[in-house]
């Protein structure tokens, strides 16, 4: 079992920076793989990062890719999402997650969720 609480959502301006984090309780974090994921209102959950157990790769689909970096810190049980030159379209609902094995692409491969943090863009 494994519980994720992410932070660091709020209400920016268009163009600057936000990072979230997710911290993760529970046994063995470092063999999942993580995922963040978010979603806007009338909208299905994306996918906007995903990382392996060992960091050692990293996947980002063109929306987010060269602005968005994923990280994690396995001897602090954390997963960051450094966010750069955000836009309004990028205002949702960031949600960490948690994979034992699958594609990261995917929601379907996810075994745990956090409860999501709100990130506002304003323009």
């Known amino acids: 079992q494994v519980q994720l609480l992410e932070s660091g959502g709020g209400l920016v301006q268009a163009g600057t920076s936000l990072r979230l984090s997710c911290a993760a309780s529970?046994?063995?974090?470092?063999?999942?793989?993580m995922g963040w994921f978010r979603q806007a209102p009338g909208k299905d959950h994306e996918f906007v990062a995903g990382i392996t157990w060992s960091g050692g790769s990293t996947y980002y689909p063109d929306s987010v890719k060269g602005r968005f970096t994923i990280s994690r810190d396995n001897a602090k049980n954390t997963v960051y999402l450094q966010m750069n030159s955000l836009k309004p379209e990028d205002t949702a609902v960031y949600y960490c997650?948690?994979?034992?094995?699958?594609?990261?692409?995917?929601?379907?491969?996810?075994?745990?969720w956090g409860q999501g943090t709100q990130v506002t863009v304003s323009s």
């Open positions: 529970g046994r063995d974090f470092s063999v999942y793989a």
């Open positions: 997650a948690a994979s034992k094995g699958g594609s990261v692409w995917l929601s379907f491969f996810y075994d745990y």
